[in-house]
């Protein structure tokens, strides 16, 4: 067999040409500057086995491409997944805010390979409503080791990155609140996604579109589903279960604690500020000033904690008025179909063919 051709080109073309036939709006908008980056960023290998791997990988990624436009219900979800930054470098882009941050001081002086990442308290947040995915944030260092004297300050070192690490790469990055409502009304039907139709250029006698001889033979080996809304619906859904919210909640009546002081300290405090507002309304210009005229929010600086929550959508319930009968005619028009031999859930006939011979054996 010879080898695959090494002109990008036309798999650059392939690539562009099936994000245009998605399903989704946003991953028609937003995958293909991924696909522009990547073959920019590899524009000056040469021809070697390390171009191979990469064309390889591209060819890899326009079967996923294929594949989700044909229904498939793991390639879809892994579109789906790197469009809302749940996997790949979209998740880690998204995290790097929360995670690039100043290292604490070396647990041993002069030794700077002793420093530990500052966990913010965002990422504690995240963690705690993640715990199916993140087991831990800091691990538990014991005092002593095995031998009885003290636990070494390198090994704690390296254990407390590691367990970073690795809570770092299972986390999921917190999405903004029109992301939110966004996903929630894609889950609940609220928004409809037009559909684009495949488009063909003629061909002469005797020509062949290698593009469409590949995209056969990968549809060969699919077991596609008709993307229905309901279809659809059903795979937001589990986007939105991966999608929490972060959030910073001002906790109530810690601004009444110093209530009681007595009317001496007030006064004292009045003649004060009186010679100092003007100072203050000067520092607070230079710095508004310099941080391009936006100040902080007055919510900011109330105490408080950062909190996380996903969607109850995403976990199956449906607190809007109405979206049951809707789900349950859905439903009915399904199952409908599938029984006349309409466009339904491919499988759920065999399905029905298999228990009924199980059952008469």
């Not at 979800?77 to 100043?102: C, F, N």
């Amino acid at each position: 067999m010879p080898p695959p051709p090494q002109n990008p080109t036309p798999l650059y073309r392939s690539l562009l040409r099936e994000i245009t036939y998605l399903f989704d709006t946003t991953a028609r908008t937003v995958l293909p500057t991924y696909i522009r980056q990547s073959f920019t960023c590899h524009r000056s290998v040469p021809s070697s086995p390390r171009l191979t791997t990469y064309l390889k990988l591209g060819r890899r990624t326009h079967s996923l491409f294929i594949r989700a436009n044909a229904g498939d219900p793991k390639a879809c979800i892994a579109i789906l997944r790197w469009t809302y930054a749940r996997r790949g470098r979209p998740r880690r882009e998204s995290l790097q805010p929360l995670t690039t941050v100043e290292l604490e001081d070396p647990l041993i002086p002069n030794e700077p390979q002793t420093r530990v990442p500052v966990i913010l308290p965002q990422l504690k947040a995240l963690a705690r409503v993640q715990q199916g995915r993140v087991k831990r944030l800091t691990p538990d260092i014991p005092k002593t080791n095995i031998y009885g004297k003290p636990f070494p300050l390198r090994r704690e070192a390296n254990i407390r990155k590691k367990v970073y690490r690795e809570a770092i790469s299972r986390m999921l990055p917190p999405v903004e609140e029109g992301e939110m409502r966004w996903l929630e009304m894609l889950v609940m039907g609220e928004l409809d996604m037009p559909v684009v139709k495949r488009r063909t250029r003629p061909l002469g006698e005797g020509e062949m579109d290698q593009g469409e001889v590949r995209r056969r033979e990968v549809l060969s080996r699919v077991d596609g589903h008709y993307i229905t809304k309901q279809f659809r619906r059903r795979l937001y859904t589990q986007i939105l279960a991966e999608s929490p919210r972060l959030f910073y909640e001002v906790e109530e009546g810690e601004e009444s604690k110093d209530d009681g002081d007595s009317e001496e300290s007030e006064d004292d405090e009045e003649s004060e500020d009186e010679e100092s507002e003007d100072e203050e309304s000067e520092d607070e210009e230079s710095e508004d000033d310099e941080r391009g005229g936006s100040g902080v929010k007055e919510e900011s600086r109330k105490p408080g904690k950062w909190k996380a929550q996903f969607s109850p959508l995403g976990r199956g319930k449906k607190p809007v008025m109405g979206l049951e009968e809707e789900f349950d005619e859905d439903e009915e028009d399904r199952a409908k179909s599938v029984h006349s031999g309409g466009r339904g859930t491919p499988g759920l006939v065999g399905m029905k063919k298999r228990e009924k011979v199980k059952g008469d054996v």
